[in-house]
């Protein structure tokens, strides 16, 4: 059985190693090609840093500030998407999509696994 700290521990252990992943691929290798248009991208976990420090660290809180980071990085991708399409930039379309669906989805796990710690009444 798992207590409401482990399943906070996890869904942490999980936000912050999303966050890293976006800082690590945004410095190694970039999203949207050259320049600094990545730097879209460093809102999600901006946002999301924002909101927990309002909420507290609360577990709620958490889960609405991951949501939010969620929703930045699907609008960074729209953005992406539009920048890629009208100004020939040179990535790849299918690439750019994938790797803002994934962050997203990082996120949205993330924000999930604290929901369950709400859930469980911490």
Do not use: K, N, Q
Request: a neutral charge; charged letters at 10%.
């Amino acid at each position: 059985m798992t207590t409401a700290r482990s399943r906070y521990l996890l869904a942490l252990g999980v936000s912050l190693l999303t966050v890293l992943f976006l800082l690590f691929g945004y410095g190694a290798l970039g999203i949207v090609g050259d320049g600094d248009r990545d730097a879209m991208y460093l809102l999600a976990p901006a946002v999301a840093l924002v909101v927990a420090v309002a909420t507290r660290f609360r577990a709620g809180g958490m889960a609405a500030a991951l949501a939010a980071a969620s929703l930045t990085t699907v609008v960074a991708g729209v953005v992406a998407v539009v920048l890629i399409a009208t100004d020939r930039e040179e990535a790849s379309l299918i690439d750019v999509v994938g790797i803002s669906g994934m962050y997203a989805v990082l996120f949205a796990v993330a924000a999930f696994l604290f929901t369950r710690v709400r859930a469980s009444g911490a």
